[in-house]
Protein backbone atom coordinates (compact mmCIF):
# COMPACT_ATOMS: atom_id res chain seq x y z
CA UNK A 1 0.00 0.00 0.00
CA UNK A 2 1.26 3.15 -1.35
CA UNK A 3 1.67 6.76 1.22
CA UNK A 4 -0.38 9.87 0.44
CA UNK A 5 2.33 12.46 -0.35
CA UNK A 6 0.63 15.86 -0.40
CA UNK A 7 2.09 18.86 -1.72
CA UNK A 8 0.51 22.53 -0.82
CA UNK A 9 -0.23 24.62 1.60
CA UNK A 10 -1.01 25.85 4.60
CA UNK A 11 -3.12 28.74 5.84
CA UNK A 12 -4.79 29.82 8.87
CA UNK A 13 -8.82 30.47 8.03
CA UNK A 14 -10.09 33.06 9.61
CA UNK A 15 -14.28 32.37 9.45
CA UNK A 16 -17.37 34.57 9.88
CA UNK A 17 -21.09 33.95 9.20
CA UNK A 18 -22.49 36.37 7.70
CA UNK A 19 -26.76 36.36 6.75
CA UNK A 20 -25.16 37.51 2.93
CA UNK A 21 -21.70 38.66 1.28
CA UNK A 22 -21.47 42.51 1.26
CA UNK A 23 -21.36 44.25 -2.41
CA UNK A 24 -18.86 46.33 -3.38
CA UNK A 25 -18.00 49.44 -0.90
CA UNK A 26 -20.88 47.78 1.50
CA UNK A 27 -20.19 46.61 5.29
CA UNK A 28 -21.79 43.47 6.76
CA UNK A 29 -21.53 42.70 10.12
CA UNK A 30 -20.66 38.97 10.86
CA UNK A 31 -22.74 36.56 13.41
CA UNK A 32 -19.45 34.60 14.74
CA UNK A 33 -16.01 34.43 14.08
CA UNK A 34 -13.43 31.89 14.51
CA UNK A 35 -9.51 30.47 13.55
CA UNK A 36 -9.02 27.14 12.28
CA UNK A 37 -6.81 25.24 10.44
CA UNK A 38 -6.90 25.35 6.58
CA UNK A 39 -4.84 25.54 3.21
CA UNK A 40 -5.65 23.21 0.01
CA UNK A 41 -2.32 21.15 1.22
CA UNK A 42 -3.30 20.78 4.98
CA UNK A 43 -7.35 20.63 4.16
CA UNK A 44 -6.14 17.30 1.78
CA UNK A 45 -3.81 15.62 3.75
CA UNK A 46 -6.23 15.84 6.83
CA UNK A 47 -8.87 14.52 4.76
CA UNK A 48 -6.44 11.46 3.26
CA UNK A 49 -5.48 10.79 6.91
CA UNK A 50 -9.14 10.84 8.10
CA UNK A 51 -9.65 8.20 4.89
CA UNK A 52 -6.77 5.95 6.47
CA UNK A 53 -3.84 6.52 4.45
CA UNK A 54 -0.28 7.13 5.66
CA UNK A 55 0.02 10.95 5.02
CA UNK A 56 3.06 13.04 4.25
CA UNK A 57 2.64 16.83 3.86
CA UNK A 58 5.22 19.15 2.38
CA UNK A 59 5.08 22.85 2.62
CA UNK A 60 5.92 25.78 4.11
CA UNK A 61 4.97 28.47 6.79
CA UNK A 62 6.21 31.19 9.29
CA UNK A 63 8.02 31.13 12.65
CA UNK A 64 4.78 32.41 13.87
CA UNK A 65 2.25 31.42 16.55
CA UNK A 66 -0.21 30.60 13.92
CA UNK A 67 2.35 27.76 12.29
CA UNK A 68 3.71 26.46 15.47
CA UNK A 69 -0.33 26.13 15.90
CA UNK A 70 -0.59 24.04 12.61
CA UNK A 71 2.52 21.87 13.54
CA UNK A 72 0.57 20.89 16.48
CA UNK A 73 -2.36 19.49 14.97
CA UNK A 74 -0.59 18.02 12.00
CA UNK A 75 1.27 16.30 14.79
CA UNK A 76 -2.03 14.93 16.84
CA UNK A 77 -3.42 13.84 13.38
CA UNK A 78 -0.33 11.61 13.18
CA UNK A 79 0.30 13.09 9.47
CA UNK A 80 4.13 13.57 9.14
CA UNK A 81 4.89 17.15 8.29
CA UNK A 82 7.77 17.54 6.24
CA UNK A 83 7.43 21.14 6.40
CA UNK A 84 9.69 24.51 5.70
CA UNK A 85 9.65 27.39 8.46
CA UNK A 86 10.42 30.91 6.75
CA UNK A 87 12.20 33.45 8.78
CA UNK A 88 10.08 36.84 8.02
CA UNK A 89 7.10 35.57 6.22
CA UNK A 90 3.44 35.08 8.09
CA UNK A 91 2.07 31.79 7.60
CA UNK A 92 -0.72 31.60 4.85
CA UNK A 93 -4.00 33.35 5.85
CA UNK A 94 -7.51 32.90 4.40
CA UNK A 95 -10.24 34.96 5.28
CA UNK A 96 -13.51 33.23 4.88
CA UNK A 97 -17.30 34.75 4.97
CA UNK A 98 -20.08 32.21 4.91
CA UNK A 99 -22.88 33.18 3.97
CA UNK A 100 -26.79 32.17 5.72
CA UNK A 101 -27.23 29.21 2.57
CA UNK A 102 -23.77 27.75 3.62
CA UNK A 103 -22.06 29.16 0.71
CA UNK A 104 -18.43 30.87 0.93
CA UNK A 105 -16.34 34.04 -0.02
CA UNK A 106 -12.44 33.50 0.53
CA UNK A 107 -9.38 36.07 0.35
CA UNK A 108 -6.29 33.88 0.28
CA UNK A 109 -3.03 35.64 1.54
CA UNK A 110 -0.30 33.00 0.62
CA UNK A 111 2.90 34.30 3.07
CA UNK A 112 5.02 31.24 3.33
CA UNK A 113 3.05 29.50 0.90
CA UNK A 114 4.13 31.71 -1.75
CA UNK A 115 7.73 31.23 -1.63
CA UNK A 116 7.51 27.31 -1.25
CA UNK A 117 10.49 25.55 -3.49
CA UNK A 118 10.73 22.04 -4.02
CA UNK A 119 11.37 19.79 -6.47
CA UNK A 120 12.05 16.36 -5.48
CA UNK A 121 9.69 14.72 -2.84
CA UNK A 122 10.83 11.17 -2.90
CA UNK A 123 8.28 9.61 -4.11
CA UNK A 124 8.36 6.49 -5.23
CA UNK A 125 6.15 3.45 -6.85
CA UNK A 126 2.61 2.94 -4.78
CA UNK A 127 2.46 6.21 -3.69
CA UNK A 128 -0.16 9.29 -4.66
CA UNK A 129 1.43 12.46 -5.07
CA UNK A 130 -1.14 15.22 -4.82
CA UNK A 131 -0.96 18.95 -5.97
CA UNK A 132 -3.06 22.15 -6.12
CA UNK A 133 -2.55 25.70 -7.11
CA UNK A 134 -1.97 27.49 -3.70
CA UNK A 135 1.62 27.19 -4.26
CA UNK A 136 4.06 28.37 -6.79
CA UNK A 137 3.30 26.77 -10.16
CA UNK A 138 7.07 26.31 -11.19
CA UNK A 139 7.06 23.93 -7.55
CA UNK A 140 3.32 22.11 -8.85
CA UNK A 141 5.21 21.51 -12.05
CA UNK A 142 8.54 20.32 -11.09
CA UNK A 143 7.19 17.75 -8.28
CA UNK A 144 4.73 16.26 -10.54
CA UNK A 145 7.93 15.43 -13.41
CA UNK A 146 9.76 14.03 -10.64
CA UNK A 147 7.23 12.56 -9.51
CA UNK A 148 5.99 11.07 -12.17
CA UNK A 149 9.38 9.63 -13.33
CA UNK A 150 9.87 7.78 -9.85
CA UNK A 151 6.60 5.95 -10.95
CA UNK A 152 4.93 7.72 -8.13
CA UNK A 153 0.87 8.40 -9.09
CA UNK A 154 0.14 12.29 -10.06
CA UNK A 155 -3.03 14.02 -8.84
CA UNK A 156 -3.20 17.15 -9.87
CA UNK A 157 -6.74 19.35 -8.36
CA UNK A 158 -6.39 22.38 -10.90
CA UNK A 159 -7.45 24.55 -8.45
CA UNK A 160 -7.81 27.82 -8.03
CA UNK A 161 -6.90 27.25 -12.11
CA UNK A 162 -4.03 28.14 -13.57
CA UNK A 163 -2.48 27.08 -16.79
CA UNK A 164 -0.21 24.23 -16.19
CA UNK A 165 2.60 22.95 -19.22
CA UNK A 166 0.83 20.43 -21.33
CA UNK A 167 2.70 18.01 -20.35
CA UNK A 168 2.10 18.11 -16.35
CA UNK A 169 -2.12 18.52 -17.41
CA UNK A 170 -1.39 15.08 -19.45
CA UNK A 171 0.52 12.91 -17.01
CA UNK A 172 -2.16 13.83 -14.21
CA UNK A 173 -3.71 10.92 -13.38
CA UNK A 174 -6.42 12.72 -12.67
CA UNK A 175 -6.80 15.86 -13.10
CA UNK A 176 -9.52 16.92 -10.95
CA UNK A 177 -11.52 20.24 -11.75
CA UNK A 178 -15.30 21.46 -10.83
CA UNK A 179 -17.26 22.92 -13.25
CA UNK A 180 -16.35 26.43 -13.77
CA UNK A 181 -12.23 25.15 -14.15
CA UNK A 182 -13.60 22.53 -16.08
CA UNK A 183 -15.32 25.57 -18.36
CA UNK A 184 -11.34 27.23 -18.30
CA UNK A 185 -9.80 24.04 -18.94
CA UNK A 186 -11.95 23.58 -22.03
CA UNK A 187 -11.16 26.95 -23.28
CA UNK A 188 -7.37 27.08 -23.00
CA UNK A 189 -7.33 23.97 -25.21
CA UNK A 190 -5.21 21.65 -23.02
CA UNK A 191 -6.07 17.93 -23.27
CA UNK A 192 -5.63 15.99 -19.50
CA UNK A 193 -5.64 12.05 -20.83
CA UNK A 194 -7.59 11.72 -17.39
CA UNK A 195 -9.99 13.98 -16.22
CA UNK A 196 -12.59 14.14 -13.31
CA UNK A 197 -14.94 17.05 -12.97
CA UNK A 198 -16.95 17.40 -9.78
CA UNK A 199 -20.62 19.07 -10.01
CA UNK A 200 -21.04 19.17 -6.13
CA UNK A 201 -24.11 17.86 -4.78
CA UNK A 202 -24.67 15.72 -8.22
CA UNK A 203 -21.48 14.15 -8.08
CA UNK A 204 -18.70 13.83 -10.29
CA UNK A 205 -17.78 12.04 -13.35
CA UNK A 206 -13.94 10.49 -14.02
CA UNK A 207 -13.79 9.95 -18.10
CA UNK A 208 -17.31 9.53 -18.62
CA UNK A 209 -17.77 7.03 -15.30
CA UNK A 210 -20.47 9.33 -13.10
CA UNK A 211 -21.28 8.58 -9.24
CA UNK A 212 -23.85 10.90 -7.90
CA UNK A 213 -23.99 12.62 -4.28
CA UNK A 214 -25.62 11.14 -1.67
CA UNK A 215 -28.32 13.43 -0.55
CA UNK A 216 -27.64 15.83 2.51
CA UNK A 217 -30.78 17.93 3.58
CA UNK A 218 -30.51 21.67 4.15
CA UNK A 219 -30.65 21.81 7.83
CA UNK A 220 -27.39 19.58 7.63
CA UNK A 221 -25.49 21.80 5.73
CA UNK A 222 -23.31 23.74 7.84
CA UNK A 223 -21.10 25.43 5.45
CA UNK A 224 -19.28 24.56 1.68
CA UNK A 225 -15.34 25.35 3.05
CA UNK A 226 -13.32 22.63 2.04
CA UNK A 227 -15.70 19.83 0.77
CA UNK A 228 -13.76 20.11 -2.86
CA UNK A 229 -10.36 19.25 -0.05
CA UNK A 230 -12.35 16.05 1.12
CA UNK A 231 -13.13 15.32 -2.09
CA UNK A 232 -9.31 15.36 -3.42
CA UNK A 233 -8.15 13.73 0.26
CA UNK A 234 -10.29 10.75 0.82
CA UNK A 235 -9.72 10.01 -3.88
CA UNK A 236 -5.84 9.78 -3.02
CA UNK A 237 -6.30 8.20 -0.38
CA UNK A 238 -8.44 5.19 -1.55
CA UNK A 239 -6.13 5.27 -5.11
CA UNK A 240 -2.97 4.63 -2.77
CA UNK A 241 -4.71 1.73 -1.44
CA UNK A 242 -5.23 -0.20 -4.24
CA UNK A 243 -8.95 0.68 -4.86
CA UNK A 244 -11.01 0.85 -8.38
CA UNK A 245 -12.16 4.35 -10.41
CA UNK A 246 -15.35 3.63 -9.33
CA UNK A 247 -14.33 2.49 -5.35
CA UNK A 248 -12.46 5.83 -5.64
CA UNK A 249 -14.64 8.04 -6.41
CA UNK A 250 -17.35 6.61 -4.28
CA UNK A 251 -15.45 7.38 -1.55
CA UNK A 252 -14.33 10.61 -2.70
CA UNK A 253 -18.08 11.91 -2.84
CA UNK A 254 -18.87 10.59 0.16
CA UNK A 255 -16.01 12.14 1.75
CA UNK A 256 -17.29 15.71 -0.33
CA UNK A 257 -20.76 15.76 1.03
CA UNK A 258 -19.84 14.60 4.85
CA UNK A 259 -17.74 17.78 4.72
CA UNK A 260 -21.13 19.78 4.31
CA UNK A 261 -21.73 18.89 7.78
CA UNK A 262 -19.27 20.61 9.76
CA UNK A 263 -17.38 23.93 10.22
CA UNK A 264 -14.33 24.88 8.62
CA UNK A 265 -12.18 23.37 6.33
CA UNK A 266 -11.18 20.16 8.59
CA UNK A 267 -13.14 18.51 10.89
CA UNK A 268 -12.89 19.74 14.97
CA UNK A 269 -10.38 22.19 13.17
CA UNK A 270 -9.91 25.28 14.96
CA UNK A 271 -7.19 26.74 16.39
Partial sequence: ????????????????????????????FGESAGRFAGGKGANQAV???????D??????????????ACLRRLAGLGIDARVERVDGTATGMAIVSVDGAGEKAIIVVPGANGVLDVRDVGAR????VLLQLEIPLECVTQVAR????????????LAPYAAL?????????PLVVDESEAALLADSGLL??????????AGAVWDGERVDAAAVAADEVVDTVGTADAFCGALAAALAGGATRTAALRRAVAA???????????????L
Fill in 1 to 28: MGRVIVVGSLNVDLVTLVERHPGPGETV
Fill in 47 to 53: AARRAGA
Fill in 55 to 68: VVLVGAIGTDDAGD
Fill in 125 to 128: PGDV
Fill in 146 to 157: ESHRAGARVVVN
Fill in 165 to 173: PDDVVGLAD
Fill in 192 to 201: PSSLLVTFGT
Fill in 256 to 270: GAAALRWSGAQPDGR
